[in-house]
């Protein structure tokens, strides 16, 4: 990546759902769903950033359209300075459900994408036993989908989303169907994975605990048609204690930003 080019460049991102009126210049002049406006923001290489916002914010849409799952109305969005229009090797996807292939072991799940690159045997095993071991599951390799718990299982997609080396980590409410002490864990080995790899990660949440626990930066986004209410930046040291009064002052200031918008709109 050349000095002084973002990892991730979001750049007036629009989405309209269902425009009789064309829709591809985002005018938002017909009659769809207007799902996003103006999304602008950067992410720099190595950085944490997670984007909240009230229900109908467009934050899984954002997520898709920087992912390369789906095309934005308006705007663009590049990796390092290339423009995204499908998904790559670069991006490596966790989702709130693990998709995880029932059939394959966790070694054989993590060694999916590193298969579909025809990386060589060896490389692809010492890479797949890496990952295991960084995300906490060596001794697990043999195991099946079915024996694992829903925490493991979401540390297999991470490991597997990492097996490639992407140049960026997205995840959309990865933690979302574990319970509390099950998140706070993996919050914990999330931090751990992100401080050994630096890799930069873009996370979609809807709880703003967890953003302030895990972020650098905050991107806030508005009740629909989604855009950029405000980006926060959590000056706080790790590991980060709920109970500290610049944790709690920092995570009221996120929920004021959400519950303003939702009632007063914009």
């Known amino acids: 990546m050349n000095d002084g ?6 750049h007036d991102i629009s989405k309209v759902y269902g425009d009789d009126g064309d829709g591809d210049d985002g005018d938002g002049d017909g009659d769809g ?14 950085e944490f950033v997670c984007i909240v916002g009230p229900s109908g914010s467009g934050k899984t849409t954002l ?49 999916f994408g590193l298969e579909q690159m025809d990386v060589a045997p060896d490389e692809r095993e010492t890479r797949v036993e890496e990952m295991i071991g960084l995300v906490g599951l060596s ?13 493991m299982k979401q540390r297999v997609g991470i490991a597997r989303a990492l097996a490639v080396d992407p140049e960026l980590l997205l995840m959309d409410e990865p933690f979302g169907s ?37 972020a650098d930066r905050i991107v806030v ?3 629909g048609p989604g855009t950029v209410r405000e980006i926060v930046d959590v000056d706080l040291d790790r590991p980060r204690s709920r109970t500290d009064e610049a944790f709690v002052d920092t995570h009221e200031r996120v929920r004021s930003l959400i519950r303003d918008e939702n009632r007063y709109g914009r």
């Open 5 to 10: 080019v973002p990892r991730v460049a979001v």
């Open 33 to 46: 769903l207007r799902a996003l406006e103006g999304v602008d923001f950067e992410v720099d290489a190595g």
């Open 178 to 214: 574990v319970d509390a002490q099950t998140k706070s864990t993996l919050h914990d080995r999330l931090l751990r994975i992100w401080e050994e790899t630096r890799k930069t990660i873009l996370f979609v949440t809807h709880d703003v605990e967890e953003a302030v626990t895990l």
């Open 139 to 151: 001794g697990f390799g043999d195991s099946y989908p079915r024996e694992l718990s829903g925490g």
């Open 221 to 223: 986004l508005t009740p």
């Open 63 to 111: 997520f898709r359209i920087v992912a390369g799952l789906e095309s934005p109305t308006g705007g663009e969005v590049l990796l390092s300075g290339e423009p995204v229009t499908a998904p790559t090797r670069d991006l490596g996807i966790v989702f709130q459900e693990y998709h995880l292939f029932p059939w394959l072991t966790v070694r054989e799940n993590v060694a």
